[in-house]
């Protein structure tokens, strides 16, 4: 778990940026034009994504939800590729990530086919809960804690761990699966002015991916042999898989799982970090949550458009375009700012204010949006409530540590507390 965390938090210092509040910013370079003339996550002191390796790619940052919108809903203008040169083979190949046309429609077919409804739900009762609940249990006589080192960093990874059906026998195997998830996530997330310090950090998240890849694929093969094929977890329904007549090979499954670590896990802690430090920081509401639990779900989805995990969508232009009067050449880095989007007035009533009794009548696009939209929303949204409840439910009088050094939430690419000092009534 200190690895974990130390992964997190150098994650989270390296995007942070020069600036607390970037909202401010955001809005007065918007009621300018929705479209910036520059890269300006780079300007805010965040490595950026779509400048390319040496940094002299032309760049433009879309700051309104219409723009955002209309592009990520156009993949032939503005291309996910971008991802590819970003995290350059750390994954491994293919990657839906960023894959376009047919074979991300052939890829997101299968992962529709797994992660059904129905096999969230059987998964969610059977080993969701009683994880999540369970953690909170253990924590809840010591009357004080940080959220994100104690609880928050570590519950989504185990809840992928379940759900891809490896085996839970050994916590030393599962911790080290966990860290290498977010040691994999660092490789892409590079500041190449920096190369000493890019090459380390790129050539540490080849070998945690290498790991996972590997100790995935070990389980798959192990359990095909043995015929455990039967359950709802994605490694049995993978191998079951009828794919338009084809099965699945052995690697072929272990690489589509790998690639998932990177969305399932550290953003996801993200967004359930958000939602609960929001309410901690507005007592009133948060009992208003604790008395009437029909809330949760209205809390979890303003915190994501209010405080998203990820801020930026960033895409390249295939072709030559215009926007709000602006002309983008082909081969243009496009910064979509979706936290400045989910806050732009002309399409959210009082969008500066974390209210979940206004009805908001547009989505919040920071699981994406479009064809790119994360498949694990509903699985995340689920993690989220149960785990919202069970800190409700476990941690009495949960509030604030007013002598911890809370810090609030804080990142330019992405958002979220870095610590969360609390303290609750134990019994």
Not at 77 to 98: H, N, Q, R
Not at 154 to 164: A, E, G
Not at 341 to 357: C, G, L, T, W
Request: aromatic share 6%; proline share 5%.
């Amino acid at each position: 778990m200190t690895k974990m965390n130390d992964a997190f938090v150098a994650l989270s210092k390296a995007y942070a940026g020069t600036m607390t509040d970037p909202y401010p910013r955001y809005k007065e370079l918007r009621e300018q034009s929705v479209v910036y003339k520059g890269d300006l996550v780079s300007e805010l002191g965040v490595p950026s994504l779509v400048a390319g390796r040496t940094g002299d790619r032309k760049v433009f940052t879309f700051l309104g939800h219409e723009i955002c919108s209309k592009a990520l809903l156009d993949p032939a203008t503005y291309s996910s590729v971008i991802y590819k040169e970003a995290f350059g083979g750390v994954m491994g190949d293919p990657v839906i990530l960023y894959q376009e046309g047919d074979e991300h429609r052939a890829h997101r077919n299968i992962l529709a086919k797994i992660l059904s409804p129905a096999a969230i739900r059987q998964m969610s009762d059977a080993h969701f809960k009683p994880t999540i609940q369970g953690m909170v249990k253990d924590i809840a006589a010591r009357g004080k804690g940080e959220l994100m080192a104690d609880f928050i960093l570590d519950f989504p990874l185990r809840v992928i761990y379940k759900l891809f059906g490896l085996p839970n026998d050994d916590p030393e195997a599962m911790d080290l699966f966990n860290t290498r998830a977010l040691v994999m996530v660092l490789g892409g997330m590079c500041d190449f002015s920096k190369p000493e310090e890019a090459q380390q950090r790129i050539a540490n998240a080849f070998k945690a991916s290498g790991e996972i890849y590997d100790q995935i694929l070990d389980v798959v093969v192990a359990r095909r042999a043995a015929g455990d094929t039967a359950g709802n977890d994605l490694i049995a329904q993978l191998i079951r898989l009828d794919n338009d007549g084809n099965k699945l090979s052995d690697e072929e499954i272990a690489q589509v799982l790998r690639p998932t670590m990177a969305a399932a896990g550290e953003t996801t802690s993200r967004a359930i970090a958000n939602v609960i430090a929001l309410l901690l920081e507005r007592p009133g509401l948060l009992e208003e949550v604790r008395n009437d639990r029909s809330l949760v779900k209205a809390a979890i989805d303003e915190a994501m458009r209010y405080e998203g995990s990820v801020s930026i969508v960033p895409r390249i232009t295939l072709q030559d375009t215009e926007v709000a009067g602006v002309k983008i050449p082909a081969g243009s880095g496009v910064s979509m700012l979706v936290g400045a989007a989910n806050r732009d007035p002309a399409v959210h009533e009082n969008p500066d204010e974390y209210n979940f009794k206004i009805k908001r009548n547009k989505q919040a696009m920071s699981f994406g949006f479009g064809h790119h939209m994360c498949m694990g929303m509903p699985l995340a949204k689920i993690e989220m409530e149960i785990a919202i409840n069970a800190m409700l439910d476990y941690l009495p009088n949960l509030r604030l540590d007013p002598k911890g050094g809370y810090e609030g939430i804080l990142g330019i690419q992405f958002r979220s507390p870095t610590a969360i000092p609390v303290v609750w009534d134990a019994g």
